[in-house]
């Protein structure tokens, strides 16, 4: 148990219930500075009731309902999950459009990183070899090649960071003409178009898939291939069935010949200072607790705010873990146009799940409850406040990228599975060059595209995971550092990671998730 006086936090002065916020939870007849006694042992993370709340009384935390009295919950009770009643998902018709004015966000000028300027615009923070793969097939041909080309080729060229092999299961066994199969397949076209690969794009394909890289990469889908090159290239793609391969060791010879004609190129390229409005950071969740939406969700929050204001661009994502929130995000739309998107993808979600005959409920885990978060309801309030305060300028359907839809800068969303893999794949795909990421529980999620920055939302967690976690955002409930003090130190921190000053602790010990496509379609 916590030697430290105790303390529970409470979100919204019209709340019922605040979470116990030391290490190890605090015991039954422990006295809270208020002069509540605890009537039950709380864990840390976990709720407790601050007044008495009678038998289907709303249970509120944000100054929102997470749930309706189970039974009668006397003051000083632990609120846990089997004490709420869920309510109901919020209709998503007559929700509010584009109606909460804008809070004023005044420019924040004069901030800076050295990034990797793309002929397209946009801008890397790492420079890397990426290779495409039109079907997984070719997967183990091209692990053999990576090697090859990360032993003997690398070393040739010092400015390239590394090589990054675009895994995945899709392009052949599939329903490839489903409505749905354009998810996947414009994941994996927008994937080849990250900031952090040069605009270059290298394919390995097999030759028999389902998926042709004519039709992964068809002509005019790449704006700019490469910064040298003339607009009539073509698509560089090794054929392992061409009848040049005789054997193996020629497939292998192939592709290193190739990569070659880009690390040329790559190794060129040389870092130079631009704005931070160049940044494009994805934030996302994983391992979340109770914490989550007082510590580190409020302070990545902060960021974007710092992040939109220097003309940035910051995505959020995880439908279900905003469905609970929608009418706050309609509201926070900058047009109705905005706002009907984000219903739009919302009602797609809705009915993905139906399918499946589940709905946002399934996405809770057991680390969740144990770490004190009731239901998604009470997960999804949480989890918005990664967004800041910004209006939400823009909207993006699963595996869509930015630049197709215009957008350069501002708070946008994309639509996505909560699925931390999938997430990430498809905000790759979108454009981001950093990915921020929040957990209470821990993971040592990381991505070989993108630097990872981890965010804990508990010293404790931040102390046992000394070398995964890269900031504490736990010093805010332990009152050592305010919101605004973790989210300044995120800020700076982005801007050093991206300008390669500093490496993250999951490129440190190239902790690299797979890339996970998200297909709603059949396999065959
Ligand atoms: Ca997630």
New binding site residues.
Partial sequence: MSTNPPLCIRMHPNDNVAIVANDGGLPAGTRMPDGLTLRDAVPQGHKLALQDIAAGDAVRRYDVVIGHAARAIAAGSWVHERLLAMPAARALDGLPRATQPAPALPPLEGYTFEGYRNADGSVGTRNLLAITTTVQCVAGVLDVAVKRIRDELLPLYPQVDGIVALEHTYGCGVAIDAPDAIIPIRTLRNLAQNPNFGNEVMVVSLGCEKLQPERLLPPGSLPILNAQADAAQTLDVVCLQDAAHTGFESMIDHILANARVHLERLNARRRETCPASALVVGV???G?DAFSGVTANPAVGFCSDLLVRAGATVMF??VT?VRDAIDQLTARAATPEVADAMVREMAWYDAYLARGSVDRSANTTPGNKQGGLSNIVEKAMGSIIKSGTAPISGVLSPGEKLRDRGITQGLVYAAT????FI??TLQLAAGINLHV?TTGRGTPYGLAEVPVVKVATRSDLARRWHDLMDINAGRIADGAASIEDVGWEMFRYLLDVASGRRRTWAEHWKLHNALVLFNPAPIT
């Fill in positions: 996302q969740c994983g979340s994502s995880e873990e599975p909560a699925s931390d997430c990430g990421f």
